[in-house]
């Protein structure tokens, strides 16, 4: 199984319900992560070209089934990681950090060792 992780900025504004001088309302900065586990390996998949005229086909031909969406659910696991508070760089290093033990927990999980060649995809903005 293969998995990746993302993560982007979770902004809000807080507000107060009477804003005053002494009182107001701020913006919140935050950082949210997810761990995507794949059970899926697409290396088994064709390489073809269209068989058919793509502009010619209605939008339904490219939306997922009832079928297609409980297959992906079933496909893939989402794990939500803790959504952190961001405001200074020494914070950024400690969602990298998270990052790094979520990576050791797994591999030693799944009864492998992280090592200099271990390559992991992570994303985001």
């Known amino acids: 199984m293969r998995f990746r992780i993302v993560g982007d900025n979770v902004n809000f504004k807080v507000g107060v319900c009477r804003?005053?001088?002494?009182?107001?309302?701020?913006?919140?900065?935050?950082?949210?992560?997810?761990?995507i586990i794949q059970h899926t390996n697409?290396?088994?998949?064709?390489m073809q070209s269209p068989q058919k005229p793509l502009l010619q086909m209605p939008p339904s031909t490219f939306l997922p089934s009832e079928e297609d969406v409980t297959a992906i659910k079933l496909d893939c696991v989402v794990l939500v990681l803790e959504v952190l508070v961001e405001h200074k760089y020494a914070e950024v290093v400690?969602?990298?950090?998270?990052?790094?033990?979520?990576?050791?927990?797994i591999y030693t999980e799944a009864g492998l060792q992280v090592d200099d060649s271990t390559k992991v995809h992570i994303g985001g903005d």
């Open 94 to 105: 400690d969602v990298l950090d998270s990052y790094e033990q979520l990576i050791d927990d």
């Open 42 to 46: 697409f290396h088994n998949l064709a």
């Open 19 to 35: 804003e005053r001088k002494d009182k107001m309302g701020h913006m919140e900065h935050w950082f949210g992560s997810a761990a």
